[in-house]
């Protein structure tokens, strides 16, 4: 798995909220029919302290294990918490492979924090933030609201339903073949929602990574 401050690979699936994984082609599984995972949660953010609470966003795109001698890892992105002890992950995406030529693809939610809101949505989009897109290794720290919206669309190779896999976390395993994700502040008011990241994974391992102007 992977964290976003350094995008260094570490097992963090048991604490994510909203997690994708994906591989390339090469696959020992008969390939089926693509299918989308489009759904949006909102999650709970603990104070870091006093009432002041935390997320980190962050993009990597693919490194070949040939680039320096370093070993590959496929391309990533995501969001988390800046709250220690249980894990801080609410989504971590990877894709563009490869990881070992099998299936290792997932979608897992952390239901524990996050709740599907099954007639609400928020835009794939990166209007209202500023660009160009950051396309380069990149995390940024954003303070938010109590609640934040988190949208999740990932593109899988083939259908695959949420089960629970215990420590509050459901997954959809199959491989993500390209995936984005958007993070929203969630107050009383839809009118008062404002954008705070954009990402992108795409199919060939490249990200993108739009942030508003409060985030560092």
């Known amino acids: 798995m992977l964290t976003l401050r350094g995008l260094v690979v570490v097992g963090l699936i048991s604490s ?3 997690f994708a994984t994906g591989t390339s082609t090469a696959l020992s599984e008969p390939l089926g029919i693509a299918t989308l995972f489009d759904r949006t949660f909102a999650c709970a953010i603990d104070p870091i302290y006093d009432n002041v609470r935390a997320i980190e966003v962050g993009v990597g795109p693919k490194r070949d294990s040939t680039v320096q001698g370093a070993p ?12 220690t002890g249980e894990g801080n992950s609410i989504l971590l995406a990877l894709a563009g492979g490869p990881l070992g030529g099998r299936s290792t693809g997932e979608v897992a939610v952390k239901t524990r924090r ?10 794939l989009s990166a209007k209202g933030l500023p660009g160009p897109a950051v396309r380069y290794e990149k995390t940024v720290e954003c303070l938010v609201p109590r609640r934040i919206l988190v949208r999740v669309r990932a593109t899988l190779r083939r259908r695959a339903n949420l089960l629970d896999v215990g420590d509050g976390v459901s997954s959809a ?12 502040t969630l107050p009383d008011r839809p009118a008062r ?16 990574l739009y942030y508003a102007p409060q985030c560092e």
């Open 16 to 18: 994510c909220i909203v």
């Open 114 to 123: 996050c709740t599907w809101l099954e007639r609400s949505s928020i835009p």
């Open 173 to 184: 395993r199959a491989d993500v073949l390209e995936a984005q994700f958007a993070v929203r």
């Open 72 to 83: 590959g890892r496929p391309a990533a992105g995501g969001v988390n918490t800046r709250i």
């Open 193 to 208: 929602r404002k954008p705070l990241a954009f990402g992108v994974i795409g199919k060939t391992g490249e990200t993108k």
